[in-house]
Nanobody, 129 residues
């Protein structure tokens, strides 16, 4: 079992920025893929970005330019920096983990929930105008 803990969410004014963090523990693997998703109220879960075990990152085209993913100081920690926050960024943000390296699909920018086996509880981001 892999345990994921997200942190860094909160309430932010429009135009502000946030950095989310996710740490994986438990039965992790050396070659792995970690990703960020979000789910807005009434919407489907949306893949945002992924970080491969070697530090390579992918950001979905839909959020490219404002969202940056990176590996933390510990290899099993990933970060999501969100800039110029908008009201439509209000959502629950989830971290996900695969015990395999990022698939070609994920590396191409198509971050799909079915590629990941473990999920965190999520951290809420609320953007007010």
């Amino acid at each position: 079992q892999v345990h994921l803990v997200e942190s860094g969410g909160g309430s932010v004014q429009s135009g502000g920025s946030l950095k989310l963090s996710c740490a994986a523990s438990g039965n992790t693997s050396t070659r792995h893929c970690m990703a960020w998703f979000r789910q807005r109220l009434g919407k489907e879960r949306e893949g945002l970005a992924a970080v491969n075990f070697d530090g390579a990152t992918t950001v979905a085209d839909s959020v490219s330019g404002r969202f940056t993913a990176s590996q933390g100081d510990a290899k099993k920690t990933v970060l999501l920096q969100i800039g110029n926050l908008r009201s439509e960024d209000t959502a629950m943000y989830y971290c996900a983990y695969s015990r395999w390296a990022c698939s070609p699909r994920v590396r191409s920018g198509v971050v799909t929930a079915s590629d990941f086996d473990y999920w965190g509880q999520g951290t809420q981001v609320t953007v007010s105008s």
